[in-house]
C-alpha cells in the first residue's frame, strides 16, 4: 500500500488512517506538527509546568531545542532561515523546536520593517 500523501511504500503495520486516508508515520507526524507555535493555552501549560519543575533558561530541553535556544540567545536575534542554516533543519524541523521554545515563553518572534525575528525572551 501507498501514503496517500507522500505516495511511499509502506506496509499495513506501518500504516495509519487519518481521516480517511492511509498515511506513514513520517506523513502523520508531520500532521500533527501543524499545532500552532503561538497558542495562549500551551503557554500557559508549559511555562507553569516548567516552574513547578523548578526549570530555567535551558533546563529540561532537548539538544537540539537547547543548541537552537543559545544560538538564538548568543546572536540576540536570528532570522528562521539563520537558524535553519545553522542546524541543517527543514522548515518542519526548526517548526518542532519552536513550538517548545515558544509555549516555554524562551524565544518569540519579532518584526522588524518586513523581516521576522527570533529573539530571546528575558
Same mark, same amino acid.
Request: with cysteine; charged share 35%.
Given at each position: *500500500?501507498?501514503?496517500?500523501?507522500?505516495s511511499? &511504500?509502506i506496509?499495513?503495520?506501518?500504516? =495509519? $488512517?487519518h481521516?480517511g486516508?492511509?498515511?506513514?508515520?513520517?506523513c502523520? *507526524?508531520?500532521?500533527?506538527?501543524?499545532?500552532? &507555535?503561538?497558542?495562549?493555552?500551551?503557554? =500557559? $501549560?508549559?511555562?507553569?509546568t516548567r516552574?513547578?519543575?523548578?526549570?530555567?533558561g535551558a533546563?529540561?530541553?532537548?539538544?537540539?531545542e537547547?543548541?537552537?535556544?543559545e544560538?538564538?540567545?548568543?546572536?540576540?536575534?536570528?532570522?528562521?532561515?539563520?537558524v535553519m542554516?545553522?542546524?541543517?533543519l527543514?522548515e518542519?524541523?526548526?517548526?518542532a523546536?519552536?513550538?517548545?521554545l515558544?509555549?516555554s515563553?524562551l524565544?518569540?518572534?519579532?518584526s522588524?520593517?518586513d523581516?521576522?525575528?527570533?529573539?530571546?525572551?528575558?
Amino acid at each position: *500500500m501507498k501514503c496517500s500523501r507522500c505516495s511511499r &511504500e509502506i506496509s499495513e503495520d506501518q500504516s =495509519y $488512517v487519518h481521516q480517511g486516508k492511509v498515511l506513514c508515520e513520517d506523513c502523520l *507526524m508531520d500532521i500533527g506538527l501543524s499545532i500552532k &507555535e503561538c497558542d495562549p493555552w500551551a503557554t =500557559y $501549560v508549559d511555562t507553569h509546568t516548567r516552574e513547578r519543575m523548578g526549570l530555567k533558561g535551558a533546563e529540561g530541553l532537548t539538544e537540539m531545542e537547547k543548541k537552537v535556544y543559545e544560538f538564538v540567545k548568543s546572536k540576540g536575534k536570528a532570522t528562521r532561515k539563520e537558524v535553519m542554516e545553522k542546524f541543517s533543519l527543514s522548515e518542519l524541523d526548526l517548526k518542532a523546536q519552536l513550538i517548545t521554545l515558544m509555549h516555554s515563553e524562551l524565544v518569540k518572534e519579532h518584526s522588524e520593517g518586513d523581516q521576522m525575528y527570533l529573539i530571546p525572551i528575558g
